[in-house]
């Protein structure tokens, strides 16, 4: 009997009292009749084996329970009882019906949720003219290793974007506009070595790289050129050559067609014995952009610097691509003057020689090449234009495509650049210009600087310096810094100096304010560096340098002001006044800025839903910082800014009055039970 009962369980024996069933033998087997695997309520009793019978009696037998590294036939026994087999199906069905559940929500999720911000719309891009950036080697000009040793103060101002102007092989005629070499860097900003070191270091600490395109001319010293005025092959038509008298030295050109930089825009060639045409200077001959040969090599081009790794493109001078073949002469603006006197740009409508039918196909064969560059996750690649800053706002819009084609991200915006009188209405009527003509779904983006512009200081006067910064960087879109502006840097007073705008960075007290540490530098540094440089702005609480970086912080951090809603809420000639609010949150901003004379405005009564109350969260005097003002009585001084926090939970731009002055760009709405972004509310 016992050596029976010794098959039907396993054993241990216990020391001190004898036996106890706490595990199994291995290779044991369960006899069916002791267990029987067709009673599944019935549950087995443990036996003793080993023993005599008088110690059977006095042992009551144990219930059998599941224990870990039971075998096979135990596991079975137990799975196949009721309350394990209907709890199993109780989960299985669970996750069948919440798998479905589960996988709605997530494409619910996605439908909802609004497009991300790509990179070149979620920082402001920082303009950097390479030759007066940071001279690296003594040699007085700024070069692609002096960029790459300050990237640090570009981590510092919160920027993830920087626009490097022309670094192209150039005679320099127009400071590297008339290309020489599209395929090479100029000796003088270094290497091609040094180009992909400089774009390897600007990856490696997350930032995005853009430079300039300059497809419409070259010099006339590129070799594509001298192969033209020779006629050499397919190179024969790669610019715009045409018959025109030349006698005794006087030369009759074919048509009034005037350069941008004044007189006829014909210049007759010795060798080749023709006039080759030009809209900028006569050494930077147009190529012609009817010959489809020269769109292949434009690409070519941007493949090029694409496959070097650089993010995007700033194309230059779009609107110049292509001529009328006719060659009819361009309507006088005054009729009744001599048209032997004709010598200015201004003095013609050039109907015929920009923005010419074909001209924005030829962009967006550009955009289609870039795209082919934009499939990797992460490597979009962007393609901003070059409108002309006297381009009306019709035409400009144009260059973002359509709803169905698209062209360039955006086109550089410069209208606040050319504002010629600084007023509360003249500023708010230039963004409203911009705003209110941009495609819908489009994204704006604001300059007030750039290489070929006198510096915000010099310009509307240094008082205004950290309100338009404050402008720039609270507006909704892309905002373009001028590398110095952040310090708020003035052009030099020097009757010699052509361009003032482009003198030397300056970066802290020493020699040639830390530009170049060589005998001398390409441009005069401003003297007053001493006070005006990086090193000793960033230990000045209320310095124009720490406003940036605060207000651009202020840009990164608060959604409102990163992708919200604007509403215009007052201007006159003093104070512009615009709010920035999401949908969802209950946090408001209202910048109030002056850029005229002392003023006290009461918003309470513009805006009635408006607190008694707000808190002053920056203001271009960091004193003011955190103090709490009456929405009554909203003062400020001459160029003084500040921005007003707030919260509430009635959103301006859904009232009645002020439909009409609210705009969005990336529509967006918060979920605060979710913490999400969505797009339908």
């Known amino acids: 009997m016992a050596e029976e009962e010794n098959k039907s369980c396993s054993v241990e024996l216990s020391e001190k009292e004898g036996i106890e069933n706490k595990g199994f033998v291995q290779n044991e087997v369960l006899n069916e009749k002791e267990c029987n695997a067709s009673s599944q309520e019935e549950i087995p009793e443990t036996c003793t084996v080993g023993i005599n019978s008088a110690a059977l009696q006095s042992q009551d037998c144990e219930v059998l329970k599941p224990f870990a590294g039971m075998p096979k036939e135990v596991l079975l026994k137990f799975s196949g009882q009721a309350r394990y087999r209907v709890t199993r199906e109780i989960l299985f069905w669970l996750i069948i019906a919440s798998t479905p559940v589960l996988l709605g929500a997530t494409i619910a999720i996605v439908a909802v949720s609004p497009k991300c911000l790509s990179w070149w719309q979620a920082s402001p891009i920082y303009q950097i003219y390479p030759r007066s950036f940071k001279d690296s080697n003594k040699d ?28 192209y092989k150039s005679p320099l005629k127009d400071f590297g506009y008339g290309v020489e070499d599209f395929w090479d860097v100029d000796p003088m900003f270094g290497t091609m070595r040094d180009f992909e070191n400089l774009i390897a270091a600007i990856h490696d600490k997350g930032l995005k790289v853009i430079m300039d395109l300059i497809p419409n001319h070259t010099s006339d010293k590129h070799r594509w050129f001298q192969l033209s005025r020779n006629r050499t092959g397919k190179y024969a038509d790669y610019y715009i050559w045409h018959d025109c008298a030349h006698t005794d030295g006087t030369i009759t050109p074919p048509n009034n067609w005037v350069s941008v930089y004044g007189n006829s825009s014909w210049q007759y060639d010795e060798v080749r014995k023709q006039c080759y045409f030009h809209q900028f ?11 489809c040969a020269v769109q292949e090599e434009i690409h070519d081009i941007i493949k090029f610097w694409l496959g070097k790794g650089i993010d995007g493109f700033s194309i230059n001078a779009v609107k110049f691509l292509l001529e009328a073949t006719h060659l009819r002469n361009e309507p006088q603006v005054n009729k009744s003057q001599n048209p032997e006197s004709i010598s200015a740009y201004s003095e013609l409508y050039h109907d015929y020689t920009t923005t010419q039918v074909g001209m924005h196909d030829i962009l967006r064969s550009f955009r289609h090449t870039m795209d082919k560059f934009s499939i990797e996750p992460g490597r979009y690649r962007f393609m901003g234009t070059e409108a002309n800053k006297q381009e009306n706002i019709e035409a400009t819009m144009m260059y973002y495509g359509t709803s169905f084609v698209q062209e360039s991200d955006f086109p550089f915006n410069f209208y606040l650049i050319n504002m010629e009188n600084l007023s509360g209405n003249s500023i708010f009527e230039t963004v409203s210009l911009w705003m209110k003509n941009m495609p819908k779904g489009k994204w704006p983006n604001w300059a007030v600087g750039d290489p070929s512009t006198s510096r915000i200081a010099s310009r509307i006067g240094k008082e205004y310096t950290n309100v338009i910064n404050m402008l720039l960087l ?62 000793v702005q960033k230990t000045q609480p209320n310095s124009t340098l720490n406003l940036y970086r605060e207000l651009n912080l202020l840009r990164n951090n608060e959604l409102p002001i990163h992708r919200g809603w604007m509403c215009y809420v007052w201007n006159d000639s003093n104070v512009f006044v615009y709010l920035r609010e999401l949908d969802g949150l209950d946090t408001v901003f209202i ?24 808190t002053i969260r920056l203001s271009t005097n960091f004193s003011n910082t955190g103090k709490v003002v009456n929405t009554k009585t909203i003062k400020t001084e001459k160029g003084e800014g500040i921005v007003l926090e707030y919260k509430t939970r009635k959103t301006v731009h859904t009232m009645e009055a002020f439909q009409v002055k609210c705009f969005v760009a990336e529509k967006a709405c918060y979920s605060s039970a979710l913490n999400i972004l969505y797009m339908h509310c």
């Open 281 to 291: 200077g006569k050494e930077q001959p147009d190529l012609n952009f009817h010959n």
């Open 591 to 614: 910048m109030v800025l002056n850029f005229g004379q002392e003023s006290i405005i009461d918003l309470k009564a513009v805006v009635s839903e408006l607190p008694s109350e707000a």
């Open 140 to 167: 007085g000009n700024g070069d692609l290793k002096g960029i790459q040793e300050k990237l640090d103060h570009i981590m510092y101002l919160n920027i993830k974007t920087i626009w490097i102007t022309s670094v």
């Open 474 to 535: 609270t507006l909704p879109g892309t905002p373009t810094t001028y590398f110095g502006e952040e310090i708020g840097m003035e052009n030099i007073a020097s009757e010699n100096v052509t361009f003032p705008e482009k003198s030397p960075m300056q970066w802290n007290g020493n020699l040639h304010a830390g530009f170049s540490e060589g005998n001398t530098s390409w441009l005069p540094v401003n003297p007053d560096y001493q006070n005006v440089n990086v090193e």
